[in-house]
């Protein structure tokens, strides 16, 4: 959501479009970090919940 918000700050009106791309690049940053890394993001807000 971030990317697609600031997309539309700077003027872009695809907002799905922006959405998708943002979850697109998110995916691929978590599998590079997880998988090919083999690296653990610190737990947020989510993942305390369960």
Do not use: C, H, W, Y
């Amino acid at each position: 959501m971030l990317f697609a918000f600031t997309a539309r700050a700077f003027g872009r009106k695809a907002l799905l479009a922006d959405l998708a791309t943002g979850a697109v690049m998110g995916l691929i940053i978590f599998l590079l970090f997880n998988k090919l890394l083999s690296l653990a993001l610190p737990q947020g807000p989510f993942e305390r919940l369960f």
